[in-house]
């Protein structure tokens, strides 16, 4: 009987779908999931810095039930435990024998908010069918969100620059899983960042990433970064490797700008069926490997140039192997060098022991990286001088996280990217 509701739920959602805005969502799901005994639906997002949780509105613009809380804190509610946790939290109802569930709404990795329903007298069947909801609806948001300005104003909670408007557009997703890697990343200032890019991009068994620092923190520098990650982009479609596409780079940007525009940038790529680490670096923070829960090593590579110099020094490829549950950071100078109201860094060794002690913890990826930051504004007032980003992979292995198997035998796992 359950395992009928559920199904009917999830066919009627995902035919409804297909012709609905970002705004019918709530409605819609409220309406269908009380057919199957779950009321009272609410679909909470998270803010662009994942700090409070807020209500998504229906068509006209208001919410579906007017006496609830637009926004909720991350910190300290019970919606933002099941948000941080990634799982179900459970609060007591109004009436005897009614439970009020929050659920964590998650498109694979990515934590997109979180879910309130009231259901009566929950069993685990009925909880099922509140999990493959929540992660049916997670997939309508994600599918809406790239044309819904409703969606786009909500996550911000203060006015957004032109150059992080080009940014965030243009990046991929802060978080990413398969069973060999979890990715993860984080920029801030989120409203105002400037010359600060990632990104990532996986080519059968290859995974490429790229960091990139342009000189500055404004518009300008927010077009360098914008035209290094699309010529990176170019470059690593038409099958050039790190050195050439590091150099196409440089050219495309000299092209544009005089000598005085420039980006940092390392540029790596992980076969995830081998663990061999490649990078080049343009004279960028090395990355960093966390081995064991310890700090391994700083990965050395004598840097080239940074790109749209015009130097033309050729940059060197470095190799270094991987073990399985090994975490890579990249990150730009930002992290380490924001500094307090006594001029003290937050430091090298300090951005790696927070990584290191809350991956001990056992806190999902992106929560680790949510805390990075909320801890390095708190170092800094909440104010940084310069942009801070990083960018975390960890490798599972060649067939995953601690389990042999044939190598097609791909199943999903929980993973991160930044934001």
Sequence with gaps: MGADRGERLLGDLVEASHLMSMQQIPTAVAEHA?????????????????????????????????GEAAELRVEGTLAGRAFRTLDLVQAQGQDAGTDVWWAPLLDGTERIGVVRATVDGADEETLDILRRMTGLVALMVVSKRPYSDTHARLVRVQPMSVSAEMQWRLMPPLTFANDRVSIGAVLEPAYQIGGDAFDYGLAGDIVNLAIFDAMGHDTSSGLTATLA???CRNSRLQGADLVETGRRIGEVLSGQFDSGTYVTALLASLDTRTGLLSWVN???????????????????????????????DAAE?????????????????????ARNAEKQEFGLHRFVDFIIRHNADGLPVPETLRRLIRGILDHHADRLDDDATVLLLEWHGPTGP???????????REVITLG
């Design 317 to 337: 490829a470095c190799s270094e192997q991987l073990e399985p549950g090994d975490r890579l950071l990249l990150y730009t100078d930002g992290i380490i060098e």
């Design 229 to 231: 990650i699309a010529a």
């Design 34 to 66: 009380e057919r199957a005994g779950i009321r009272n639906v609410l679909i909470y997002v998270a803010d662009l810095q994942q700090s409070v949780l807020r209500l998504l509105p229906e068509r006209d613009g208001q919410p579906v039930h007017p």
């Design 282 to 312: 343009h004279g960028h923070p090395p990355p960093v490997v966390i081995r064991g829960g310890r700090w391994v090593t700083t990965l050395a590579c004598p840097p080239a140039s940074p790109l749209g110099t015009g130097l033309g």
């Design 402 to 412: 601690g389990r042999p198997g044939p190598d097609d035998d791909v199943r999903q």
